[in-house]
Every structure is written in structure tokens, then in C-alpha cells.
């Protein structure tokens, strides 16, 4: 702001329209100054007030994060994760295949491609759909304590509200 604040004064700039305000270079220095201290606090305030709702959501057991991993939806309407049936069905089938011990990630990646499970499409090009996905992702998920039940938030683990997948002995065994 103080770089701005120099050129405007400079005649660089000649004008700083916002929203509700216009600044030019004949105005009073101290209260563009104090305009911008202000809009300033305002983006720190709000950081940490979203930051605060965010880790309030989590605490209250509701994931925070985004969008639901594989297997689950965002539902709009109650701002929760909920099952998404056939999906769930998959990935669980999955976790079970790879607890037998004879099936590598690259198996659990084909098995989930052939069921519909794979990358989104990267064109427009591609109408059904992407690739497999990578082990690397097959391992995040086969890691990835959300489906029994709980989850990861700024380094914590909570436990949530959406109803597990998979049993926590079935987690353990993967």
C-alpha cells in the first residue's frame, strides 16, 4: 500500500477506483493511508475468523476440507458428507481385495478403473472419463482414515459425522 500510496502521490497512477471510493493524487495522503491500513485489517480479520469456523466445523465432527473423497458426496442442502451409494460399494470392495494380500495397488487401480472409479477427463476430448489412477493415489486412499469414519484437519484428527465405509478392522489390516 505504501508503494501505491507513492505513485498516486507521484502522479503515476492518476486514479484507484474501488467499490465505494476514488482516490486521486491531489487527496489527503493520511487517509488513503488509513483506507488501506483498514482494508488490511479487514483481510486479516476475516483469515482469522474463517480460520476459526473452519477448525469449529471440524470440531463439531463436519469435514472442513472441501470436496468428499471417493466413495462420498457434498450434499449442498445439509452442507454434509453423505454416502454416495454404488461408489461406496467400490471403494470398500477395494479395501477388501487389497486385505486378501495378493493385490497390488496397480490391481486396486485397474479394479476401481473397470468400476467406474478413474482421473476426471483432462479435455474436452475425453467423454468418458480419464485414466486409472496412479498408485500413488490408490495408496492415499487405501491410507486415508475418512472412511472409517474420522479425518485429518491442520495436522488433527477428528472424528466425523459421516457414516464409515469400511470397518476399522478392515482399515487396520490394509
Request: glycine share 8%.
Amino acid at each position: 500500500s505504501g508503494k501505491i500510496c507513492w505513485l498516486l502521490q507521484q502522479g503515476i497512477i492518476q486514479h484507484i477506483q474501488t467499490h465505494d471510493r476514488s482516490f486521486y493524487s491531489t487527496d489527503n495522503v493520511l487517509m488513503t493511508s488509513v483506507e488501506f491500513g483498514m482494508a488490511n485489517q479487514y483481510i486479516l480479520d476475516l483469515r482469522i475468523n474463517v480460520k476459526r469456523g473452519l477448525l469449529q466445523k471440524a470440531k463439531r465432527g463436519e469435514y472442513p476440507a472441501g470436496s468428499a473423497p471417493i466413495g462420498y458426496l457434498n450434499d449442498t442442502r445439509t452442507k454434509l458428507v453423505v454416502i454416495y451409494k454404488k461408489k461406496s460399494k467400490i471403494v470398500r470392495r477395494a479395501f477388501e481385495l487389497y486385505a486378501q494380500g495378493d493385490k497390488t495397488l496397480e490391481d486396486i487401480s485397474n479394479f476401481l478403473y473397470e468400476n467406474g472409479i478413474q482421473t476426471k477427463a483432462t479435455n474436452r476430448w475425453q467423454s468418458q472419463g480419464g485414466k486409472p489412477l496412479k498408485k500413488d493415489q490408490i495408496s492415499y486412499i487405501l491410507a486415508t482414515p475418512f472412511y472409517i469414519g474420522l479425518f485429518r484437519y491442520a495436522g488433527e484428527l477428528y472424528e466425523g459425522k459421516h457414516q464409515p465405509i469400511i470397518s476399522k478392522q478392515l482399515f487396520d489390516k490394509v
